[in-house]
């Protein structure tokens, strides 16, 4: 992702008025992708649907925050429903192409977050780092 951000933000920066679009317009639709295929992805897995993925992912020892695990393992409605949110967020992101400013808004913030808490949860700061600087480019594209 870090590849095509670069990339997509040398085309941006380009004097030439067709790549700077190219350069947006594949960035905006590369991180609706991720999103989208990711969301159906978890929705098609019974983990995710049934909140276990989340608690199992927590409770590991490399990707995971233990007090969260047990939280988790406690209470696994908690699990679920954020599990179902996740997926509901990922899979609909494709309505950032409404160019609707408050769904825009609203979908790159409810991203950006993820990726933090992605990020410190998981321990995963690349992951953060890849997805981030895309966002004002797709702000700029849609808005």
């Known amino acids: 992702?870090?590849?095509?951000?670069?990339?997509?933000?040398?085309?941006?920066?380009?004097?030439?008025?067709?790549l700077q679009s190219v350069g947006l317009w594949f960035m905006t639709t590369?991180?609706?992708?991720s999103f989208v295929v990711a969301g159906v992805a978890k929705l098609c897995g019974e983990d995710w649907r049934s909140g276990r993925a989340l608690i199992g992912i927590m409770t590991t020892e490399r990707y995971g925050l233990p007090a969260l695990g047990q939280a988790f393992t406690r209470r696994p409605g908690i699990s679920r429903i954020l599990g179902w949110g996740i997926i509901a967020f990922e899979s609909s992101f494709f309505l950032i192409f409404l160019g609707y400013r408050p769904i825009v808004y609203a979908y790159l913030g409810l991203g950006l977050l993820f990726h933090v808490g992605v990020a410190f949860s998981m321990r995963l700061g690349n992951f953060l780092f890849s997805f981030a600087p895309a966002y004002p480019l797709v702000a700029h594209c849609l808005l």
């Open 1 to 18: 992702m870090l590849i095509i951000v670069c990339v997509s933000t040398l085309l941006a920066l380009s004097e030439n008025p067709l």
């Open 30 to 33: 590369q991180l609706a992708l």
